[in-house]
């Protein structure tokens, strides 16, 4: 045995084999079938009755199937996974917590609907009831297909007092939720051409302000603007430099009773000169590069070497730079982020 493999079982030997506990993609908002026990077109219709919900209820409904739990290296019960699972995943509205899932492990033969911990635990004896009298039976026949679908029939009614295609719209709860919508929307396109001609109405005032005659502040005689070329002789150095490199424009006012000047910065928006630490005009650049990342867990070093083009100073400041930190949205896949609190209930067949 070479030294190598030595090590190599002696490393077997130490370290258990100890999967971390995953979930699965959540790639779809309505239906993963990745234990492919639909066809598309069975996907596809019950996507249309899970949109409907949610377009008609603002309820966030999801149909999840998977081979088994230790795909994802999960040992422990069909709960802890489901509970698990929809907090990772975020199911539902955050506030209202109303989210549902329907989460089948098809060779564990175990299923589960979670639901949101705004329901509390009132809907957890329905949830048996559906499970129990609409989807194993069918499960046991090995029609997964309407197992689901008449499942997901059954947990709309109970949340929503309606089957799929019923929804009644004349409700004053939905007639106050059209509304809204339509005051958002309405909100929108007013808005839209305001919000277009703002930057031009912003530049057209900025222009105005900066050309409109001064007065001067000692004999209320109206002032004049020297022309560019001959305002340099009332500009420092260092105003000059910042000229030179457009970080600011300057304008100069003078008075011509009592010789009552006045200078007015303009900084550029966009200028890759900042402000100086020695001199304070803008006329340093930076070069920065990274010293060490940030990650989830630490925090990374930025370093910055600074040049003035007007003192010639040359300094260099380092600065941290944060953790990353993961947004919900971009974990949760555009999902409202709700949680469990290990409400619904649980099946095999
Ligand atoms: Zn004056
Ligand atoms: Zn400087």
């Known amino acids: 045995m070479r030294i190598w493999q030595a090590a190599v079982a002696l490393w077997l030997l130490v370290v258990p084999p100890l999967a971390a506990q995953t979930f699965p993609e959540d790639a779809d908002f309505y239906v993963n079938d990745y234990a492919d026990i639909l066809t598309d077109a069975q996907e596809d219709d019950l996507a249309a009755v899970l949109e409907e919900l949610f377009q008609a209820r603002d309820i966030e409904f999801t149909v999840l199937t998977i081979p088994r739990m230790a795909d994802y290296g999960h040992t422990g019960s069909i709960e802890n996974f489901a509970t698990a699972l929809f907090n990772t995943w975020g199911i539902g509205d955050a506030d209202r917590n109303d989210g549902l899932l329907l989460l089948v492990s098809r060779f564990d033969r175990e299923l589960r609907i979670e639901v949101g911990a705004g329901y509390g635990d009132t809907l957890n004896a329905p949830m048996k009831r559906v499970i129990d009298n609409k989807i194993t039976p069918y499960f046991r026949l090995d029609d997964y297909a309407k197992g689901i679908r008449f499942g997901v029939d059954e947990v709309i009614y109970e949340v929503t007092n309606r089957y799929p295609g019923e929804y009644d719209n004349s409700g004053p709860a939905q007639l106050w939720a059209n509304f809204k919508r339509f005051l958002v929307n309405l909100g929108w396109w ?155 209930a649980s099946g095999s067949w």
Not at 195 to 206: E, Q, S, T
Not at 224 to 251: F, H, I, K, N, P
Not at 282 to 288: A, L, M, N
């Open 190 to 344: 007013l808005l839209a051409p305001f919000a277009a001609v703002m930057p031009f109405a912003v530049k057209l005032f900025r222009r105005f302000q900066r050309n409109k005659p001064r007065i001067c502040p000692n004999d209320g005689n109206r002032m004049r603007r020297y022309l560019e070329e001959t305002e340099d002789g009332s500009l420092s150095a260092g105003q000059l430099a910042e000229e030179r490199l457009e970080s600011v424009d300057y304008d100069v006012w003078y008075c011509d009773r009592c010789e009552h000047v006045t200078i007015e910065a303009y900084r550029k928006w966009f200028s890759r000169y900042g402000a100086c630490r020695e001199c304070g005009f803008r006329t340093v650049e930076g070069d920065s590069r990274t010293i060490r990342s940030a990650t989830y867990s630490s925090t990374g070093l930025r370093e910055t070497d600074y040049n003035c083009h007007h003192c010639n100073a040359h300094y260099t400041v380092q600065k941290t730079i944060p953790k990353k930190t993961r947004s919900s949205s971009s974990s949760s896949g555009g999902r409202g982020g709700g949680s469990s609190s290990g409400g619904g």
